[in-house]
C-alpha cells in the first residue's frame, strides 16, 4: 500500500483519475445493491420464483424518478 501512495505523491495528475474512477466505482456497486435489495424484478435466485415480474404491484411506481 505504501507503493501506492508513493507513485501518487510522485505523480500527483493521476489523483484525480484515481479519486473519480473510485468514486464511479463505489456508485456502481451501490446502485447495484440497491437494486438487488429493492427492486422485484430484479432476483438472484431464479428457482425460488421464476417469473417475478407477475408479483410486482401496479399501484407502486417502478421508476427511480417519475416525470409527468
Known amino acids: 500500500m505504501s ?6 505523491m510522485k505523480k500527483k495528475e493521476l ?4 479519486s473519480f474512477l473510485s ?6 456497486l451501490t446502485m447495484c445493491v440497491y437494486s438487488l435489495m429493492t427492486k ?4 438472484i435466485n431464479k428457482t425460488g420464483n ?3 415480474w407477475e408479483n410486482i404491484d401496479t399501484h407502486q411506481p417502478q421508476k427511480v424518478g417519475a416525470h409527468r
Not at 3 to 8: C, E, I, Q, R, V
Not at 15 to 18: E, Q, R, Y
Not at 40 to 43: E, H, K, L, Y
Open 23 to 28: 468514486l464511479a466505482t463505489g456508485g456502481a
Open 15 to 18: 489523483i484525480p483519475l484515481v
Open 3 to 8: 507503493s501506492f501512495l508513493k507513485l501518487m
Open 40 to 43: 422485484s424484478d430484479v432476483t
Open 50 to 52: 421464476p417469473t417475478p
